[in-house]
T-cell receptor, first 115, second 112 residues
Framework: EPEVTQTPSHQVTQMGQEVILRCVPI?????FYWYRQILGQKVEFLVS????????KSEIFDDQFSVERPDGSNFTLKIRSTKLEDSAMYFC?????????????FGPGTRLLVL | QKEVEQDPGPLSVPEGAIVSLNCTYS??????FMWYRQYSRKGPELLMY????GNKEDGRFTAQVDKSSKYISLFIRDSQPSDSATYLC????????????FGSGTRLQVQP
């Protein structure tokens, strides 16, 4: 069964450093998303991406964040200058819209720790 | 008022019990309702998807949506120890926005 994959599974970085989190969505999916989950808290939406542009973003997704689909398979989230509060699990998701169906499939996540 | 409220549990039941998990929400624009299962330190795994009001059954799982009460439920029949996980409700509006709004999750423990 096709699945969303994410790399790395864990990332430790120093505050102020840039990180890039990578995702390979399911191959025939058209919509891509990033969510994050701070330890012990709920899953929060960051951004959605369709047709090579951001279609929606939350208040969390400020100028420190950017997304890119550099080729036909990868989808990346870049955090330019990490802060301690960026420590979280970051999930990539993808979906294919079929009429009213909108099922988002999540990857296993990247655990980011900012020191 | 939080947009989506979900009792965090933990909920502990014996193997074979029927489990009822619930969420309430405040945003009447929500039209799509999902239940995800999340094992510790893993990604959410889609269990059930429902559009608008009604029931949907899939094996041991039944999802119910009552839009008039802004209340959704997930029932698990014949619960198994492997069902032990955190169950997340999620929903989205039919306004072109695709962002999912999640509940905080209910931790379920099924005792053998």
């Amino acid at each position: 069964e096709p699945e969303v994959t994410q790399t790395p599974s864990h990332q430790v970085t120093q505050m102020g450093q840039e990180v890039i989190l990578r995702c390979v969505p399911i191959s025939n999916h058209l919509y891509f998303y990033w969510y994050r989950q701070i330890l012990g808290q709920k899953v929060e939406f960051l951004v959605s991406f369709y047709n090579n542009e951001i279609s929606e973003k939350s208040e969390i997704f400020d100028d420190q964040f950017s997304v890119e689909r550099p080729d036909g398979s990868n989808f990346t989230l870049k955090i330019r200058s990490t802060k301690l509060e960026d420590s979280a699990m970051y999930f990539c998701a993808s979906s294919v819209s079929q009429g009213q169906q909108e099922t988002q499939y999540f990857g296993p996540g990247t655990r980011l720790l900012v020191l | 008022q939080k947009e989506v409220e979900q009792d965090p549990g933990p909920l502990s039941v014996p193997e074979g019990a029927i489990v009822s998990l619930n969420c309430t929400y405040s945003n009447s624009a929500f039209q799509y309702f999902m239940w995800y299962r999340q094992y510790s330190r893993k990604g959410p795994e889609l269990l059930m998807y429902t559009y608008s009001s009604g029931n949907k059954e899939d094996g041991r799982f039944t999802a119910q949506v009552d839009k008039s009460s802004k209340y959704i439920s997930l029932f698990i029949r014949d619960s198994q120890p492997s069902d032990s996980a955190t169950y997340l409700c999620a929903m989205s509006a039919n306004t072109g926005r695709r962002a999912l709004t999640f509940g905080s999750g209910t931790r379920l423990q099924v005792q053998p």
